[in-house]
């Protein structure tokens, strides 16, 4: 079974700190695919990245930026100097390719002004 | 706006009404899911087609939930019978298909049951 867990419920933090968001997922596949989506107050969920299990090259976009490892089956999520407009639900998926998403529970952040 | 669309946005009804929501993917994808999420929780997945197959449908919550994509365009759900404990925001997904694609969310239907 897959299974993936984000056990920050919420985080608030002051804006210009950064920010980490974990995630830490379970898969009996050798080949898979991670994501993050983030959800705005106003409720659409938003495609922000997608890893798949060969690759473990982190990457880096903007203030963004992802940590994949494997070996601790973790693929975490940093905002750098975090504004009030990341203000948000992450959510942290697991896909095995032709499986459906399995969601995390999501992590709340608050950034205060 | 080529996005993924849901209508309606809101629905209110009351218990033991039937309800249809409809779906509108990106066009070039064909590939369509639903899910369901409640309050905390992440998505929860129900069921998806390939163009007009639906190829998973055992997650649907039970026999009241069925879910069409007649022509592999648009989808609808349905939920017959509504019952308090089916309120919750529905979410429609499209993709490519293939291994690992991302999915597209649209704005989503929130169901309200009195």
């Known amino acids: 079974a897959q299974k993936v867990t984000q056990a920050q419920t919420e985080i608030s933090v002051v804006e210009k700190e950064d920010v980490t968001l974990d995630c830490v997922y379970e898969t009996r596949d050798t080949t898979y695919y991670l994501f993050w989506y983030k959800q705005p107050p106003s409720g659409e969920l938003v495609f922000l990245i997608r890893?798949?299990?060969?690759?473990?090259q982190n990457e880096i976009s903007g203030r963004y930026s992802w940590n994949f490892q494997k070996s601790t089956s973790s693929f975490n999520f940093t905002i750098t100097a975090s504004q009030v407009v990341d203000s948000a639900v992450y959510f942290c998926?697991?896909?095995?390719?032709?499986?459906?998403?399995?969601f995390g529970k999501g992590t709340r952040l608050s950034v205060i002004a | 706006d080529t996005g993924v669309s849901q209508d309606p946005r809101h629905k209110i009804t009351k218990r033991g009404q039937n309800v249809t929501f409809r779906c509108d993917p990106i066009s070039e994808h064909n590939r369509l899911y639903w899910y369901r999420q409640t309050l905390g929780q992440g998505p929860e997945f129900l069921t998806y087609?390939?163009?007009?197959?639906?190829?998973?449908k055992s997650r649907l919550l039970s026999d009241r939930f069925s879910a069409e994509r007649p022509k592999g365009s648009f989808s609808t759900l349905e939920i017959q019978r509504t019952e308090q404990g089916d309120s919750a925001m529905y979410l429609c997904?499209?993709?490519?298909?293939?291994?690992?694609?991302?999915?597209?969310f649209g704005p989503g239907t929130r169901l309200t049951v009195t």
């Open positions: 087609f390939q163009n007009e197959a639906q190829l998973e």
């Open positions: 998926a697991l896909s095995s390719g032709n499986t459906p998403l399995v």
């Open positions: 997904a499209s993709s490519f298909s293939g291994r690992g694609y991302e999915q597209y």
């Open positions: 890893r798949n299990s060969f690759d473990e």
